[in-house]
């Protein structure tokens, strides 16, 4: 693996994670992350998502117009939302009904936008896909810690429901406490705020932790 690569993978998954740090893409974010099977669906569509967009734009970026990049990277990512739906409305049906609208809105998703003109049309395919795959997997990451946080907060219970992705029969549910204390609030749009400070509080923590450590 390359400097190049460590550095991209880095950026991605944490120094320069778009959710904890670039703070894009809130409205899926907060929106779906209501328990761990939504935030896994949607996170791994995301993935998908950019590492195929910032392909497109990597590998068409020498014969767009300045003045028509913008209009045609939104074209490239509604292409690869397209093709991500229809798999999963062919492949995990309960899972695209459960997504929504929210699905369909990756397109203006600011992550992927912001990758495609930042980086993806600057650089060649391989790195940009890398890009892409390290910004997903930084924001499906984050994705699936706010939605596991908020699930056991609200109801008790983790990994609730996989059968929307994994088919019928599938029962991984994992009951951490009596739902009869569970605190409601985490299933709410403040509560989606509130646990997501938390994160991002988590994180500055451990980054003043290592810059005071390892200088």
Known sequence: MTPETRKTLANGLWHNNPALVQILGLCPLLATSTDTVNAIGLGLATIFVLTLSNTLVAATRRWLRPEIRIPVFVLLIAGAVTVVEILIQALAYPLYQSLGIY???IVTNCVIIARAEAYAAKNPVLPAAID???????????????????EI?????????????????TDWTIRLYDSEHHLILAALPPGAFLCYGLLIAGKN???????RHHP
Not at 132 to 150: H, S
Not at 154 to 164: M, P
Not at 205 to 211: A, G, Q, R
């Open 153 to 169: 907060l609200a109801t008790g219970t983790l990994l609730a429901g996989a059968d929307r992705i994994f088919g019928a029969g």
């Open 205 to 211: 923590v451990i980054d003043t932790y290592l810059k």
């Open 103 to 105: 699905l369909a809105l």
């Open 132 to 150: 892409g795959a390290a910004m997903g997997t930084g924001f499906a990451l984050v994705l699936i810690l706010l939605g596991g946080l908020r």
